[in-house]
């Protein structure tokens, strides 16, 4: 039975160190891949890099060569807008001078209307207060004629009432005679 207790472990670590010692070769091997694979891909980035640096550079210089060329034509093209420029100040020139003659003529046309309406309100305002007034002195003299009717009225009603009152003293004094 000692036997089982020391042939057991034995045979397990014979079967464990055949297992391990194939990992570890295999282990090894894709370590060692992954090193080179990282050197071939930093050795292939440094080449792209060169290869963009390379590219970026003649683009830098066919950019020069297209600014250089922009800017020669920018100094033709400035120099006509130069001429063109010095035409277009004196004909403004002219134009500014006009349309300061004009502008004082506006605003004189327009302090005139403003005048002309502030006469336009006065007389509106006038207009509305005498109209105003003949409303007020028609409606005054209706109430007024109203008035005399009534006043007339009343004036009639004591003529009738003395002359009733007389006739009734001439009654009185007629039956006092009796």
Same mark, same amino acid.
């Given at each position: 039975? /000692?036997?089982?207790?020391?042939?057991?472990?034995?045979?397990?670590?014979?079967?464990?160190?055949?297992?391990?010692?194939?990992?570890?070769?295999?282990?090894?091997?894709?370590?060692?891949?992954?090193?080179?694979?990282?050197?071939?891909? !930093?050795?292939?980035?440094?080449?792209?890099?060169?290869?963009? !640096?390379?590219? %970026?550079?003649?683009? %830098?210089?066919?950019?020069?060569?297209?600014?250089? #060329?922009?800017?020669?034509?920018?100094?033709?093209?400035?120099?006509?807008? /130069?001429?063109?420029?010095?035409?277009?100040?004196?004909?403004?020139?002219?134009?500014?001078?006009?349309?300061?003659?004009?502008?004082?003529?506006?605003?004189?046309?327009? /302090?005139?209307?403003?005048? =002309?309406?502030?006469?336009?309100?006065?007389?509106?305002?006038?207009?509305?207060?005498?109209?105003?007034? =003949?409303?007020?002195? !028609?409606?005054? =003299?209706?109430?007024?004629?109203?008035?005399?009717?009534?006043?007339?009225?009343?004036?009639?009603?004591? !003529?009738?009432?003395?002359?009733?009152?007389?006739? %009734?003293?001439?009654?009185? #004094?007629? %039956?006092?005679?009796?």
């Amino acid at each position: 039975m /000692k036997k089982v207790y020391f042939l057991a472990p034995a045979v397990a670590l014979g079967i464990f160190l055949f297992f391990y010692m194939d990992f570890t070769k295999e282990y090894e091997a894709d370590k060692i891949a992954k090193v080179e694979a990282a050197k071939q891909a !930093r050795i292939d980035d440094l080449k792209q890099e060169a290869a963009d !640096r390379e590219r %970026a550079i003649k683009e %830098a210089v066919a950019l020069n060569a297209d600014r250089r #060329a922009a800017r020669e034509a920018n100094e033709a093209k400035e120099l006509a807008e /130069k001429e063109a420029r010095q035409q277009a100040v004196e004909a403004r020139d002219i134009a500014d001078s006009e349309r300061r003659r004009l502008a004082e003529k506006v605003s004189q046309l327009e /302090k005139d209307i403003v005048l =002309v309406q502030a006469d336009i309100a006065t007389t509106t305002v006038d207009k509305q207060r005498l109209n105003d007034e =003949v409303e007020y002195l !028609r409606s005054y =003299v209706t109430v007024a004629q109203n008035n005399e009717k009534k006043f007339q009225a009343v004036i009639q009603d004591i !003529r009738q009432a003395e002359a009733a009152h007389a006739a %009734a003293l001439v009654a009185a #004094a007629a %039956a006092e005679s009796k």
